[in-house]
């Protein structure tokens, strides 16, 4: 049974951190690329960052490059987002993903 749980989420500052981790199971994490996905209220999903199987290639949205780090432990089978100088409009759930398996997300709120 594949399970993938976002946890880290939480109620922060503007220009502050968080980082968020993905647990999973069920599946080979080793060998699936995963990503970060975003959903904000009323909106659609939005894509923010991909990690290959190795860890050696990331990718970001625009919107938050330079500010989000993702990696992985394969050794724990985890998956990482650091988010540093969050803004409001980052404030959304977060979902971890591997290949067409979503996780449960966890909510971020960016606000004073």
């Known amino acids: 049974d594949v399970q993938l749980q976002a946890s880290g989420g939480g109620l922060v500052q503007p220009g502050g951190s968080l980082r968020l981790s993905c647990a999973t199971s069920?599946?080979?994490?080793?060998?699936?690329?995963m990503s970060w996905i975003r959903q904000a209220p009323g909106k659609g999903s939005e894509w923010v960052s991909s990690?290959?199987?190795?860890?050696?290639?990331?990718n970001y949205a625009d919107s938050v490059k330079g500010r989000f780090t993702i990696s992985r432990d394969n050794a724990k089978n985890t998956l990482y987002l650091q988010m540093n100088s969050l803004k409001p409009e980052d404030t959304a759930v977060y979902y971890c993903?591997?290949?067409?398996?979503w996780g449960r997300g966890t909510q971020v709120t960016v606000s004073s």
């Open positions: 069920g599946f080979i994490f080793s060998t699936y690329a």
């Open positions: 990690i290959n199987s190795g860890g050696g290639s990331t």
């Open positions: 993903k591997a290949a067409s398996f």
